[in-house]
């Protein structure tokens, strides 16, 4: 692998920080360069959110071209199609089926009609919010399912062990245990 490009996107206060964090801790762990960066809003609740994250053997720049995404992980449908520029044929998307609806915006299955003309056979809806909010009570895991999604579903070239060292250096203890459950949760997805 040269360098895997990562987009994740979504609104202020569902966790990006702390899933990019993840991320990078658990691409270090596996011996990979990795550079991140964030573009929009991650002070304001509800602003929008966008973070580019590469590694490989090698990496110059954290930031992802238009164009040259592999997987593009949504935690919000809106905000995903909003980044759609930033795949190609090949990008596997992953979306958790949610939306912040606001007047004006589209309603979710235009939004999902929109991403399976860009994403086709490599579209990934998956209710993480609903999964976690039922099976954990915190709606806030969705990120980690999902990530441990992508882990387990081979759309991201980690290790499970990598992401789990790096949950359990960056998590706080009193959130460890549920996180590391919403991570395996995904293993049977």
Known sequence: METFNTIITGVGGQGIITLVSILDQACLLQGYDVKSSELHGLSQRGGSVITHIRFGKKVNSPMVSKGQADLIIGLELMEILRDADFANIKTSFLVNKISMQFAGHMKDEEIIEKLQKVAGKNLHLVPASDICKEKLQKEVL??????GYAVYNG????????????IKELVPEKYLDMNIKAFNLAKTA
């Open 155 to 166: 759309l991201l070239p980690l290790k499970p062990e990598s992401v789990l060292g790096a």
């Open 142 to 147: 969705s990120g980690v399912y999902l990530l």
